[in-house]
């Protein structure tokens, strides 16, 4: 398949005699695809029930005329402000019990039932009108679910719905729940929480300490579902009306919701990647490599996004919004180094985007936004991100096409994991998504192509499976191990916790066959390393392990840090980097895998048939001989 490029174009911003041109111009770039309409509520309808989609025809028009392919957005991220007169009670409200307010975007609570029957109507009437036009090509849904701390409300329809979700969950006699099943899986007996009935319970924000973690969980499983059922609700619609593939736009290091689920009722999986501004503000680095990357962007967190994206959109997956310049949002907002552009385009290209889209067309000269760049200035002319956008679409028209295969390494990514985490995590920032993503550095370190999947994917095929912090482990999880001849390596914390996060007894991690009981652990100040005999150290979290085990790695203070049985290898901490790329190097040997000793700022990526070699850094560097020069790309055949 041809790979392509896009921009997020907003029509209704500019006046209508520039759109010809801007649709022209799209064209002559290399474009291919445009996303509109995704913020345009208040002026598809003005006034409740009175609509105008005359411009949207139009607009639709003018860029199928052009040559470009549509993606149409669902304009359901930005309710009007009527919508607030009809549904009052229609905002998401925060930990803190106050409601979000108008004014931005985002403003709505999943769980509210009146404004999903207002999504259904605006999206019925687009599917309708649009599902039919050739030149709408795609669709997306909403806008970044989750995006601004959204998921999580703690509104008067999100308790409505959580009751009858928990009843569900625990089913009884008729259509009422089982409470009292409820009440055992929770531990209510634990400080008299015990509940009568279903309507008795609350939303678990503002109690005197904190929450019971069992209470937590299932919050956090609901309003996950609240926003798949929201997506559903919009997907079966469009669906109902269109040929053509189904997308969301997922964000960055945003898990409050279960990607995975939301994207069973998608084709493609899309995400926005804004390298420069999640360094500042998302990515778990000290101040030095912040400075060494600040206009790179982190050489691997684009890629662990490109990987993960890849799982969730069962190969199918876009960079829908690609940073063009500097943003808006982030603490600092650098400008790209020249070429950036263009490195970060082929880098997901390298990992498997069938499409990159630069977000956005022009700069906006109003509103929030108006010190993003775009691909042109506020004023039209051409900005420097145009010109890299352009040697892409050169580039990817002479290019042999990118073949993805599956890579030797998986390693698990899963959102229950994130949220147990979050809940319990026995010390101050422990984090599993900065556990799993040092892991995933360490493994790209090492010249290793991964493939990063949910808890439930079927692993066969894989020689080495990595689950860290996987708090709790599906029954078929560990029975996929028990039959299995790949080096799985777990630890910290994996099957720490049962379904409903208690203590499994016997104790964690409880593997079929294998002797070995984490019997205690302990969480340790940053300030505390534990020094391992072969160098690095364990960090943050230490569990103490009894079992038949051999011992891989051992502390300065004695005691193991990694063991192994069979073909288990368990950290019994958190490995700093220097100790986790030991450990891997050998796993992968072990394993089969050829490994290399990457210098700093340089990855690479095997797709079926070649190498793709990334220079982050500002030096030429060098791999077995071979050169790679400043901010480069290079393909080596395999
Ligand atoms: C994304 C969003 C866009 C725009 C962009 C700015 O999160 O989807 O609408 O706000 O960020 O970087």
Known sequence: MKRTLGTCYYPEHWSRDVWEDDARRMVEAGLTWV?????????????????????????????????????????????????????????????????????????????????????????????????????????QTDNEYGCHDT??????????????????????????????????????????MDYDTFDQIDLPNLTVTEPNPSH??????????????????????????????????????????????????????????????????RVKADDAHKRTYARQGDPDFQAFHHDLYR???????????????????APWNP????????LWSWEAFAHGAEAVCYFRWRQA??????????????????????????KVAREIADAPDVANRQADIALIFDYEAEWA???????????????????????????????????????????????????????????????????????????????????????????????LTVSHVESLRPDMPLPLEGGGAVTLYREIVEGDYEVMERLESDGPAVVG???LIYMCGWLDQQAMIRVLKSAATRAGLETLDLPQGVRCRDTATERFWFNHSTETREVEGREFLPLSVTRTEL
């Not at 669906?239 to 919701?257: E, K, L």
């Not at 400008?335 to 263009?342: F, I, K, Q």
């Not at 000269?365 to 010190?371: G, L």
């Not at 990595?466 to 799985?488: I, V, Y």
């Open 151 to 192: 998921t999580l409300s703690y509104s008067d329809a999100a308790r409505t719905a959580f009751q009858g979700w928990l009843r569900q969950r625990y089913p009884g006699e008729g259509n009422d729940g089982d409470i009292q099943a409820l009440n055992t899986a929770w531990g209510n007996v634990f400080w008299s």
């Open 565 to 567: 049985i069979d073909n």
């Open 311 to 329: 799982s969730v959109g069962k190969g199918r997956w876009w960079v829908m919004e690609q940073q063009p310049g500097p943003v808006n949002w």
């Open 421 to 515: 985490w979050q809940i319990q995590p026995h010390g101050k920032g422990l984090s599993y998504f900065d556990l799993v993503f040092d892991t995933y550095r360490a493994l790209r370190q090492l010249g290793l192509s991964i493939d990063i999947l949910p808890s439930n994917a079927d692993l066969s095929g894989y020689h080495m499976i990595l689950a860290p912090g996987l708090m709790h482990m599906p029954d078929a999880l560990k029975a996929a191990m028990d039959h299995s001849k790949a080096l799985w390596v777990f630890g910290p914390r994996t099957g720490a916790r049962d379904a409903t996060m208690r203590t499994p007894v016997p104790l964690p991690p409880a593997l079929p066959g294998r002797s």
């Open 335 to 342: 400008t790209p180094l020249p070429g950036m552009v263009w």
């Open 35 to 139: 996303r509109i309409g995704e913020f345009a509520w208040s002026r598809l309808e003005p006034q409740p029930e009175q609509y105008d989609f005359s411009w949207l025809d139009d607009a639709i028009e003018v860029l199928g005329h052009a040559g470009l392919k549509v993606v149409l957005g669902t304009p359901t991220a930005t309710p009007p402000r009527w919508m607030l007169d009809r549904h009052p009670d229609m905002l998401a409200t925060d930990a803190d019990g106050r409601p979000r307010r108008f004014g931005s975007r985002r403003h709505y609570c999943f769980s509210h039932e009146g404004y999903r029957a207002e999504c259904a109507r605006i999206v019925t009437l687009i599917a309708r009108r649009y599902g039919p036009n050739p030149h709408v090509a795609a669709w």
């Open 365 to 390: 000269p109003m509103a929030q936004e108006q010190m993003h760049a775009g691909l042109l200035r506020p004023d039209s002319a051409d900005a420097p991100g145009l010109t890299e956008a352009r």
């Open 216 to 281: 937590v969980l299932d919050f956090r499983r609901f309003s996950s579902d609240q926003v798949v059922s929201f997506n559903r609700l919009q997907a079966d619609i469009i669906r109902a009306h269109s040929q053509a593939p189904i997308a969301h736009n997922y964000m960055g290091r945003i898990t409050d919701f279960d990607h995975y689920r939301v994207s069973d009722d998608l084709d493609i999986a899309t995400w926005d990647s804004y390298p420069l501004g999640f360094l500042e503000d």
